[in-house]
C-alpha cells in the first residue's frame, strides 16, 4: 500500500509539474513584426550535430551546402573532412568514409558505436559509445593508440568532435574531460576535467582560437588562455566562439557574451524561452521554441522580437549565415 501510495504521489508531482510549465510570452507590443521563411528543405531534419544535418530522406546538410547523397536509414553523419564525409552504421558499429558523391570508400568496423570523429590526412580520431577513443591509421588500417574513460549513461547528440592541433589530437569525453594526447608517440600529454560525474556531463563544444582552447559541456564553459584556465558555470544550450568572444545560450532564457578569459560582457534573459542556433553578424540572432526570432544589437544588446513561423521542439542546424530549422531555411545576410 505504501509503495502505491508513493507512486501516485510520484505521478501527481509529475503532472502538476507539466501543467505548470510556463512559456515565453513577450508582450504583444513588444513584438515589432513577422520575419519570412527563406525556403523550404524537401524533407524534416532527423538528426543532427555540430557538423551537419541529415533529413528524413537521406540528403545531408552540412556548412559546406547540401548533400544529395541519400545516406541509409541506419547511417548517422559524424564530420567532413575537405570533400570526404565520416559516417557511421549503428547497427554495426562500422564507420565509413564516403566522396561527396556518397560511394564508399574505405570502412572501419568497432566494438562500439561511432559518436563523433575527425579526420586529418591518414589519422582518424574517434571517440566509441563506451567513452573510448580511438587513433587509426586509415592507410595501414592501423591501430595507434586506445583509451578507455569511465561510461557515460547520456551521450548528447550535441558531443563535439576531436580537435587537430598541429602535434596533438584533443579528445572531448562523456564523463567531462579532454584528453590531449601527442601525434609524435601516441601518448596522453594531459588530461583536463571540467567536471564529475556520468550523467550530462558530455563535452558538448570544442574550438581553438590559436593555441587557445574554448571547451563546454552541458554545465561549465572552460577556456585555456596562455597555460592559464578560466571557468563559467552555466545551464548551456548551446555555445559558439566566433570574433573572439563566446555567446552562450542556457536553458533559462539567457543570452550571454562572454570574452576569453570568460568576463561577462553583457547578459540578456527571456524568461521561459527555450532557445535554438546562434548567428553573430552585426546583430545576434537566435530562434525561440513558441514561434520567434530574437534578434540583440552587439553594440546595447537591446533586443527586438519578430513571429516566425516555425513549430516548437523541432530539430536544426545552422552555419554561419543559414539556420536550418525542421524542415525551414532562414537566411541572413553574409
Not at 23 to 29: I, L
Not at 124 to 139: C, G, H, P, R, Y
Not at 309 to 314: F, P, Q, V
Amino acid at each position: 500500500m505504501n509503495r502505491i501510495f508513493t507512486f501516485s504521489i510520484f505521478i501527481f508531482i509529475i503532472f502538476v509539474g507539466c501543467s505548470e510549465k510556463k512559456y515565453f510570452t513577450p508582450d504583444k507590443n513588444s513584438i515589432l513584426g513577422e520575419i519570412k521563411v527563406d525556403g523550404k528543405l524537401d524533407s524534416d531534419i532527423y538528426q543532427s550535430n555540430k557538423n551537419g544535418a541529415v533529413l528524413k530522406n537521406g540528403t545531408l546538410i552540412t556548412k559546406d551546402g547540401i548533400y544529395q547523397i541519400k545516406l541509409k536509414d541506419n547511417f548517422s553523419f559524424l564530420n567532413t573532412s575537405g570533400d570526404l564525409l565520416l559516417v557511421a552504421n549503428y547497427d554495426d558499429n562500422t564507420l565509413f568514409i564516403l566522396n561527396k558523391d556518397g560511394k564508399e570508400l574505405k570502412s572501419f568496423p568497432f566494438d562500439y558505436m561511432p559518436i563523433s570523429a575527425s579526420l586529418r590526412d591518414n589519422i582518424l580520431a574517434v571517440v566509441l559509445a563506451d567513452n573510448t577513443s580511438i587513433i587509426w591509421d586509415i592507410n595501414v588500417n592501423e591501430l595507434l593508440f586506445s583509451h578507455k574513460s569511465p561510461a557515460s549513461y547520456a551521450i548528447n547528440s550535441k558531443a563535439a568532435s576531436p580537435l587537430f592541433l598541429d602535434t596533438t589530437i584533443i579528445f572531448p569525453t562523456f564523463d567531462g574531460k579532454i584528453i590531449l594526447v601527442s601525434l609524435d608517440n601516441f601518448k596522453i600529454i594531459r588530461t583536463i576535467a571540467l567536471g564529475s560525474g556520468i550523467f550530462f556531463n558530455n563535452v558538448i563544444y570544442l574550438a581553438l582560437e590559436g593555441e587557445n582552447l574554448i571547451v563546454a559541456t552541458n554545465n561549465k564553459l572552460m577556456t585555456l588562455i596562455s597555460g592559464e584556465d578560466f571557468s563559467y558555470d552555466v545551464n548551456i544550450s548551446d555555445v559558439l566562439y566566433t570574433n573572439n568572444k563566446i555567446y552562450v545560450l542556457s536553458l533559462e532564457g539567457e543570452v550571454i557574451e562572454l570574452d576569453l578569459l570568460l568576463n561577462e560582457l553583457n547578459k540578456k534573459k527571456f524568461p521561459f524561452a527555450t532557445l535554438n542556433s546562434i548567428i553573430v553578424k552585426d546583430n545576434i540572432y537566435t530562434l525561440e521554441s513558441q514561434g520567434y526570432m530574437i534578434k540583440i544589437d552587439k553594440n546595447n544588446f537591446i533586443d527586438s522580437i519578430y513571429k516566425i513561423d516555425i513549430d516548437e521542439y523541432k530539430d536544426s542546424f545552422y552555419t554561419d549565415d543559414v539556420i536550418y530549422y525542421d524542415n525551414k531555411i532562414i537566411r541572413f545576410p553574409k
